[in-house]
């Protein structure tokens, strides 16, 4: 149990169509990172929120949209959905420091598989 | 560009002792992870290297060398439990993660 709750769990969509995957982090952590793991491969980093703004991104293009709300929840808001979004998409809570830097000791959620048809 | 390379799979009887390698080219260092990922399930963190040498936590060591971009996981005494996917993830500059693929560790009684 790591305190990071995901919703849904599961969900199967279209090509086309748009999906939105939510977060509630563990408390205390103010920092939220989202992560795409596809089936055999390691998480690629999507983007990472911290106190309501963007604070990192990886290399997803812009249908690929987060927010994060003043309780340290976070939504991924993936638009226009394509078959290669297909994956699972995790997330994770940190601590950042007052200097800004990041514990890297990341608490994941169980994730969210997204099956696109 | 950045990479992190580690084994895609690797086989290790119960009761023994297996060595899991990363290999790491980053913008940057600021630590390097090990989380263990069991099929189906969410990553969990087992450790985490910033200085050079070993990091002894019971049956994981994690052992680290920043000038050769090198780092091992070591797993003595396996159990069928520790049958899991091993993720080496490398905090870059920027304190973004990049992760290896993972290596599938198969443990045989």
């Known amino acids: 149990e790591t305190g990071v709750t995901q919703s849904p769990t599961h969900l199967i969509k279209t090509r086309g169509q748009q999906v939105t995957l939510r977060c509630s982090s563990q408390?205390?952590?103010?920092?939220v990172s989202w992560y795409q793991q596809a089936l055999g491969q390691g998480p690629q980093f999507i983007f990472q929120?911290?106190?309501?703004?963007?604070?990192g991104r990886g290399n997803f293009p812009p249908r690929f949209s987060g927010l994060q709300f003043p309780n340290y929840s976070s939504e991924l808001n993936v638009n226009a959905l394509e078959l290669d979004d297909s994956a699972l998409y995790l997330c994770?809570?940190?601590?950042?420091?007052?200097?800004?830097?990041?514990?890297?000791?990341?608490?994941f959620g169980e994730g969210s598989r997204l099956t696109v048809l | 560009g950045q990479n992190i390379d580690q084994p895609t799979e690797m086989t290790a009887t119960e009761g023994a002792i297996v060595q899991i390698n990363c290999t790491y080219q980053?913008?940057?260092?600021?630590?390097l992870f090990w989380y263990q990922q069991h099929a189906g399930e969410a990553p969990t963190f087992l450790s985490y290297?910033?200085l050079d040498g070993l990091e002894e936590k019971g049956r994981f060591s994690s052992f680290l060398s920043r000038s050769k971009g090198y780092s091992y996981l070591l797993l003595k005494e396996l159990q069928m439990k520790d049958s899991a996917s091993y993720l080496c993830?490398?905090?870059?500059?920027?304190?973004?993660?990049?992760w290896g693929a993972g290596t599938k560790l198969i443990i045989k009684p």
């Open positions: 993830a490398v905090e870059d500059s920027n304190y973004q993660l990049i």
């Open positions: 980053t913008s940057g260092f600021n630590g």
């Open positions: 290297n910033v």
């Open positions: 929120y911290y106190r309501e703004e963007e604070n």
């Open positions: 994770a809570s940190s601590r950042v420091h007052s200097g800004g830097a990041v514990t890297g000791e990341l608490f």
């Open positions: 408390s205390g952590h103010n920092t």
